[in-house]
């Protein structure tokens, strides 16, 4: 077949079975999760980080200015597919995904930190996505042409993450402001449930794309594997370069690392028409990143009980 013996002519030609329908679906999920984890953030939450701006800036420095940039530069390196490489752009000027505040929390990292910077990010992340995507994209001539061919409009862009997460997220926190109580308890139900119904839309579109991902999958997989890991790694060093605390180094890392896919999948739809590089990478992003950051929060959390069950060993035969 000519797909096998060369891919590049057919990608972007593939084509993710997502309609209308489910793209209003992953809409309402996406802002249906932001939500969720806002009843949970105060603005308090925001004064601490303003009172500890180092946490704040490298949080931010790795998100947002190191990670794009690197991946700019594994770009120039390995010299993808077009479309693949404005798909691990996308992913990379993207907020970190809510998963992450679970996974900080079951790695034993600062899951409050995580919970602020997550705040944080989808507010910077207002100007800080159209603008690396835009940016990062157009230096590179084979993304600039696709950018140039789509007329990417950075504030329809802005518009549309300010809807789907910045309105969500300003609602969630009113809420929790004016109705502390009320707050708590709709979160413990919300959030658990929007996660659910989140993982259930990504099942039914991987079961609805089967064939798509069981033919095409190997042509991204390993772009995907290393982008995730290098994200995680860049987070991890970037925090213990400027020492941060180990529980602060694992939460920064997960926020680097876990990207929010579902998000990236919705603008490639929103703007680029679904382009089959593009929405193939993004998509199995946001299967594996689920897994990896499962897999790297069991490890660190594991390791971590260990740890303080030797440190109350040795207390005990003091």
């Not at 139900?189 to 119904?197: A, D, T």
Request: charged share 15%.
């Amino acid at each position: 077949m000519l797909l096998k013996t060369d891919p590049n002519l057919v990608i972007d030609d593939i084509r993710i079975n997502f309609d209308t329908e489910s793209l209003w679906i992953l809409n309402i999920a996406l802002a249906v999760i932001m939500f969720g984890v806002a009843l949970g953030i105060s603005l308090d939450d925001f004064k601490r980080l303003i009172k500890n701006p180092k946490i704040l800036l490298v949080g931010v420095f790795s998100q947002f200015i190191l990670l794009p940039a690197l991946t700019f530069l594994a770009i120039i390196l390995i010299k993808p597919h077009p479309s693949f490489a404005l798909g691990m752009m996308m992913i990379a000027a993207c907020p970190g995904g809510n998963v992450s505040n679970f996974y900080s929390k079951m790695a034993n990292g600062n899951a409050a930190l995580s919970i602020s910077l997550t705040a944080f990010a989808t507010l910077v992340c207002l100007v800080m996505t159209p603008f690396n995507l835009q940016f990062w994209g157009g230096l590179y001539e084979p993304t600039n042409a696709i950018l140039k061919t789509v007329e990417l409009d950075p504030f329809e862009l802005f518009k549309l993450v300010l809807l789907i997460l910045g309105i969500p997220l300003i609602l969630g926190m009113i809420v929790n402001h004016r109705f502390p109580n009320t707050a708590k308890k709709i979160e413990k139900i919300l959030k658990p449930f929007s996660m659910l119904v989140f993982l259930a839309l990504i099942i039914i579109a991987f079961y609805e794309n089967i064939d798509i991902f069981l033919d095409y999958i190997y042509l991204v997989a390993l772009l995907v594997i290393l982008h995730n890991i290098g994200a995680f790694i860049i987070g991890y060093y970037t925090a213990k370069g400027f020492g941060l605390e180990k529980k602060d180094v694992k939460t920064i890392s997960m926020e680097t690392g876990i990207q929010n896919g579902g998000l990236g999948l919705l603008l490639i739809f929103q703007f680029f028409d679904g382009l089959g590089g593009m929405a193939l990478l993004a998509a199995f992003w946001g299967v594996w990143d689920i897994f990896s950051g499962m897999a790297l929060a069991g490890y660190w959390g594991r390791k971590s009980k260990v740890s303080d069950t030797s440190e109350l060993h040795l207390q005990d035969q003091a």
